[in-house]
C-alpha cells in the first residue's frame, strides 16, 4: 500500500553567498531548477501534494518557469512565509525586520495545507531517488514514527572547501541527538576531520553518519512548532533571531518521539557557491536523458501545468 504523503520544499532562501535565487537557477542544459529533480524523484515515489514555501517576490517567477513543467495530476500549494503570519497570542514588530523567521516558521507557514504526512527538503539541495522512497516506504509502515534520511559523511563532501554537517548519533536505527561540526575536510592524506561543539578539530570516519535535512513527518510536528514559535516570540527576539526546524527535532525526541533514520547510498548534491552549480551540470543534464524524467516532463506538456491551489 502506497503512502499519502506531501512533499515540502524549503524555497524561500536569501542565497546570499551564491548571490542570487539558488532555488531558481538551471542546472546544466536541463533548463530546470534542482529542486524539480527532488519533485520528480517524489511523484515517481507517489506522492501528488507539493508544498512550496516561497518568499512574496518569487511566486511570480515559480509560477512561470517552474510550475509548467510538473505533471498534471501534482497538487501544489504556492505558501507565502509572511512576516506577520505568526501562531496565535503573540506578535512582533516586522518592520525593521528583512530576514525570515527561520526553518521552524517556514514549516508552520504550510500548517493550513498539511493535514497527512509530509517529507522536508531545501531548495538547494538534491537528495537522490532512494531518499524520497525511503520516506514514503517508511508512512506506508507507520503512522506515529518520525524519519530520516542519513548519508555517509563521504558522500556529502564539497571540492570547493571544508563543509559543516549535522553529524547523527544512531542506535538500533533511531536518532538520539545530532552535533554540529563544521569545517569539516580531508587532509593531504585523505583523512577527514572537523570542529565539534567544543571548539576542538577531531578525526571523522568517512562513514560516519550525518543529517542533510532531509525529514519525514506527521503532522504533529506543526503542533510543536506553534509552541517552539509561541516562546521563541514571547521571548522577544532580536534582530538577527530565527526559530529553527532541527531544535524542535531535537526537543522532540529528548520528550520520546520516535524518529527512524534510513541510510542512503546515494550521493548528495548541493548549490551553495556558483561553482557548486556548475559542476553539477553533467550530472543532472545525464539524469533529464533518463526515460522516466523524460516520459514525465512529456506528459507535463501534454497535459498541461499541475493543479495549483
Known sequence: MTAQVSLLILAGGMGSRFGGDKQLATVG?????????????????GVRHLVLVIRHNLKAAFAEQVLPNFPADLQVDLVVQQLDD????????????????GTAHAVWSAHRVLNQPFIVINADDYYGAAAMQLLVRHFAQSTADWAMVAYPLTLTLSEHGGVN??????????LIQVEEWTEIKADAQGSLSGINTDGLRCGLSAQQLVSMNIWGFTPALLTRLTHQLQQFFLAGPGEK??????????????QGQPLDVYVSDEAWHGITYPADLAALGSFFDNKMQSSTIDVLAEDAAQSGSCYVR
Open 29 to 45: 542544459q536541463t533548463g530546470r531548477p534542482l529542486l524539480y529533480f527532488s519533485v520528480m524523484d517524489a511523484y515517481q515515489a
Open 86 to 101: 505568526l501562531p496565535s497570542g503573540v506578535s512582533a514588530d516586522v518592520a525593521s525586520r528583512s530576514k525570515p523567521w
Open 165 to 174: 554537517r549535522g553529524c547523527c548519533d544512531v542506535r538500533d536505527g533511531r
Open 241 to 254: 533571531a530565527e526559530s529553527y526546524l532541527p531544535y524542535a527535532v531535537d526537543q522532540a525526541i529528548r
